[in-house]
């Protein structure tokens, strides 16, 4: 009875993680590059059954032989086994202001590349982001909408002095006194990145280093100025899935509810003696 029990829980338990990640991506669906986490369920691993019993059975040479008897397998349920963001292109909107900045990816070397800007946090750590929502600082340098520094391709920061500049498709910021490449990054698997908050993503701890987009052959990417890249968030499907999430963690509930009732009546009424 208790398998069942655990199995049920289980499942509520994943349906929760499920369901907050779901409402992450909402809260986030106007973000701009913003990357929906996906929640794959996955099943506990099978266990194998047998009779605790065991019983000797002669072989042919007349000795005893201990046998075990298979009853066969079952499962625990299961659960979320990570959260992996899906690095799909999001569509463009034209905002008309000039310290916007959208990433359009084309062809890529590798099926899941993907590119990122360059940025360093309040922390001076290499951070990178899809999120071309920049402004300028006090100081003339080009920042996120968090302050941190939005890097060029040798990892300086990039002062514009103003909001009067110019991004061509190659991604050089044209400044009065020359050009500046902006630090466009490179990823073969952006699944080796994790998520840091504020938009930003960072190399995971077994990850590889991310290289100039400008050195890898075969990639095709530009960037539009006046641009920015919508969330890939959808939110009709994702409310669709959020209802779906609810009405999954009610389903176990009830079972969890149905057991405790049974468990009630077994201690109570079945084990009573006298």
Not at 37 to 46: C, G, H, K, N, S
Not at 62 to 91: K, L, R, W
Not at 183 to 192: E, K, V, W
């Amino acid at each position: 009875m208790l398998r069942g029990f655990y199995t049920a829980t289980n499942g509520m338990m994943a349906q929760q993680r499920r369901q907050e990640v779901l409402s992450n991506n909402m809260t986030n669906a106007q973000t701009p590059g913003y990357k929906q986490d996906q929640t794959p369920l996955r099943a506990f691993p099978e266990l194998l059954i047998q009779r605790m019993e065991n019983r000797d059975i002669p072989n042919s040479q007349g000795t005893s032989v201990p046998t075990m008897t298979e009853i066969g397998a079952i499962n625990t349920g299961v659960y979320v086994h990570e959260t992996i963001p899906d690095f799909v292109q999001g569509s463009l909107q034209e905002t008309g202001v000039s310290t916007d900045m959208a990433l359009v990816q084309g062809e890529t070397p590798d099926e899941e590349g993907s590119i990122f800007y360059t940025v360093q946090n309040g922390e001076g750590d290499i951070r990178y982001t899809r999120n071309g929502n920049f402004t300028v600082d006090g100081e003339g340098n080009l920042t996120t909408s968090n302050g941190y520094y939005v890097l060029d391709d040798e990892g300086n920061p990039i002062n514009t002095d103003n909001l009067a500049f110019t991004v061509t498709p190659e991604g050089m910021v044209q400044l009065d006194d020359g050009e500046v490449p902006l630090g466009i990054a490179y990823s073969a698997n952006p699944n080796d990145l994790v998520k840091n908050g504020e938009d930003l993503f960072e190399l995971a701890e077994d990850g590889a280093a991310l290289v100039d987009a400008r050195g890898v052959d075969g990639l095709q990417f530009n960037v539009q100025q006046n641009h920015l890249e919508n969330s890939n968030v959808d939110a009709a499907q994702t409310m669709t899935d959020m209802m779906q999430a609810y009405r999954s963690f009610e389903a176990n509930q009830k079972v969890v509810q149905q057991y405790d009732r049974s468990l009630d009546k077994a201690v109570n009424e079945i084990a009573r003696l006298g």
